[in-house]
């Protein structure tokens, strides 16, 4: 079975600094893998995701993602932060089963907080 | 643009009632999704539904049922509200054999 660990519950940056949110991922196989976000009281919006290919993928919001099989992981960054990207951020691995069903699997989330 | 819609954003209800919470997708999505969110435990699955009437048990389907009659429509129901299902209840929808899950606006709902 798949897992997904973000290891940071709650992460502060200023505004205008570089970020880094860190995901890893369990999975036997090659993974699909998502990054989300989700503003207050939202429900979640996708950011980018991974399925093969280039292993730095582009998002909306100027978020990128690298997949890097040796970590088994699929950090999330963004050079410049906004306020507007104080959120909650949610790392998934996906995984197909024959029922045409794509399992998904979330992790706990990173609270990002932005400060002027 | 995919559309996934939920019934009600906040919802209080007394322990015992029976709740029901909607969910609509305007895509004509084959897979349809609840999950809940709570701190520190992320999302978690408790049904889902590939097709019309058909539903499959999540991680966590103890004490809540789904209905699907419909497509567009996916329904969670709480048979007999208890204070630990107070959580914000996410829907979701995708396309059969398709990873990427569109996520509704989420209801809150405190039992009290």
């Known amino acids: 079975a798949q897992s997904v660990t973000q290891p940071d519950i709650h992460i502060t940056v200023s505004e205008g600094a570089s970020l880094e949110l860190r995901c890893n991922y369990s999975y036997g196989a090659t993974p699909y893998l998502f990054w989300y976000v989700q503003s207050p009281g939202q429900g979640l919006q996708l950011l980018l995701k991974y399925f093969s290919g280039d292993t730095l993928v582009q998002g909306i919001k100027g978020f990128e993602a690298e997949f890097k099989r040796s970590q088994s992981s699929f950090n999330l960054r963004k050079p410049a932060v906004h306020w507007s990207d104080a959120a909650e951020y949610f790392c998934a691995v996906g995984a197909g089963n024959s029922g045409g069903y794509q399992k998904v699997t979330f992790g706990i989330g990173t609270k990002l907080q932005v400060i002027p | 643009d995919v559309k996934v819609t939920q019934s009600s954003r906040y919802l209080v209800k007394r322990t015992g009632e029976k709740v029901f919470l909607e969910c609509v997708q305007d895509?004509?999505?084959?897979?349809m999704f609840w999950y809940r969110q709570d701190p520190g435990l992320g999302l978690r699955l408790i049904y889902f539904s590939y097709d019309v009437k058909m539903k499959e048990k999540g991680d966590i389907p103890e004490g809540y049922s789904v209905s699907r009659e419909k497509k567009e429509r996916f329904s969670l129901i709480l048979e007999s509200a208890s204070t630990n299902q107070t959580s914000m209840y996410l829907c979701?929808?995708?396309?059969?054999?398709?990873?990427?899950?569109?996520f509704g606006p989420g209801t809150r709902l405190l039992v009290l």
């Open positions: 895509m004509d999505h084959e897979n």
């Open positions: 979701a929808s995708s396309e059969a054999g398709k990873e990427t899950q569109y």
